[in-house]
């Protein structure tokens, strides 16, 4: 096992946490060291690998993990969250998360078992998913394999992190951006000091999670909350989020993925045009009325759909949902009137 550390000076340092499996390669958990000791943000991916480079980075940075006594969480995907009950555990340490977050992790370690897969089935047959695509599931339903929902074993936070205010770390100045989108409750951290190579243009550094990388463009799929009828649209959430961000100006990035990088407004340029050309580009796609599933096998991939694995299908068309509901919204979209399964056309 190699540890690798930055020290991004001024009492801060990034560890790689490697994420198994992953094309990802790892998250980039964050050290930030106060006056009443360090805190983490985000924590990794629960595995024995994962948190061996964890704790050995943390030694790197010259620390014990005794010694930590917070944990922030940027949301509450498992690469993010998945080794905090953990850390604090070793370490006494406090877990914090955005409320909207932290709801999700509930409702995840409360779900009845089958309740996730009777959503899923429902959800997905709202779709427009074929029946070979069901079938698994519901054969995992009846013969009650599959029930437990992945991040029923995940930490339920101490703390909420709370938007638009400094948090409670002595001798930091870290603000909490709320930039909902990729999650419901995804937050990054403004950390409001001069940035120490004393870069003249933008002010201090953004842990910005999974919201904005140099090279991946995140995942935005429906929050998929089984209680909410409200009609959520998680892509113009993301949008919004994006041009908040932007406006920060924060004079380096310090994501969770991948590497830190300078010139946040241009990456988020970058990634509004991105989202703007592949909008207009299904409203053209909807010029024939399809079903989300159809929209979805319809649409670009980074690899044909025939190959894409069977579960990330869900994932695609839960992306292909939250296109469709940033269409409705613009206007540029219907559904077509009495469809079921729903299907959507452009107008
Ligand atoms: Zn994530
Ligand atoms: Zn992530």
């Not at 709370?162 to 937050?187: C, F, M, N, S, Y």
């Not at 140099?214 to 009828?229: A, E, F, M, N």
């Not at 796609?285 to 991939?301: D, K, N």
Request: hydrophobic share 35%; proline share 8%; with cysteine.
């Amino acid at each position: 096992m190699t540890t690798q550390v930055i020290d991004h000076r001024s009492g801060v340092w990034s560890i790689a946490v490697p994420i198994p499996d992953n094309p990802l390669g790892h998250t980039l958990v964050h050290l930030l060291e106060t006056d009443r000791g360090p805190v983490l943000i985000d924590t990794g991916w629960d595995d024995p690998d994962s948190w061996d480079s964890l704790v050995a980075g943390v030694a790197a940075c010259g620390f014990a993990l005794t010694d930590l006594h917070g944990v922030l969480i940027t949301h509450h995907h498992p690469d993010h969250h998945g080794l905090s009950a953990k850390v604090r555990q070793a370490s006494g340490a406090w877990i914090a998360m955005h409320a909207a977050d932290t709801a999700v992790v509930r409702r995840t370690r409360e779900a009845e078992p089958g309740e996730w897969l009777d959503y899923l089935i429902a959800k997905l047959a709202g779709a427009g998913a074929p029946d070979d695509h069901l079938a698994p599931l519901r054969e995992a339903r009846t013969s009650g394999r599959g029930r437990r929902l992945p991040g029923r074993r995940a930490a339920l936070p101490d703390r909420g992190i709370e938007p638009g205010e400094l948090l409670d770390l002595p001798g930091r100045r870290v603000r909490a951006i709320w930039t909902p989108g990729h999650t419901p409750g995804h937050v990054c951290l403004h950390l409001e000091e001069e940035h120490p190579g004393g870069r003249a243009h933008g002010f201090g550094r953004l842990f910005s999670g999974d919201h904005l990388l140099p090279g991946i463009t995140p995942h935005i799929g429906l929050y998929g909350d089984p209680d909410d009828s409200t009609v959520t649209d998680p892509l113009g959430d993301y949008l919004a989020s994006l041009e908040r961000v932007g406006r920060l100006a924060p004079a380096e990035v310090l994501p969770a993925h991948q590497h830190a990088f300078t010139d946040a407004e241009g990456r988020v340029r970058e990634l509004i045009a991105h989202h703007e050309e592949r909008l207009s580009g299904l409203r053209a796609l909807l010029r024939e009325p399809r079903t989300p599933w159809q929209l979805a096998v319809a649409m670009e991939w980074n690899r044909p759909w025939e190959q894409i694995p069977y579960g990330s299908r869900n994932i695609a068309v839960s992306e292909a949902e939250a296109h469709l509901r940033r269409l409705v919204k613009q206007g540029g979209v219907e559904r077509v009137p009495g469809s079921d399964p729903a299907t959507y056309r452009a107008v």
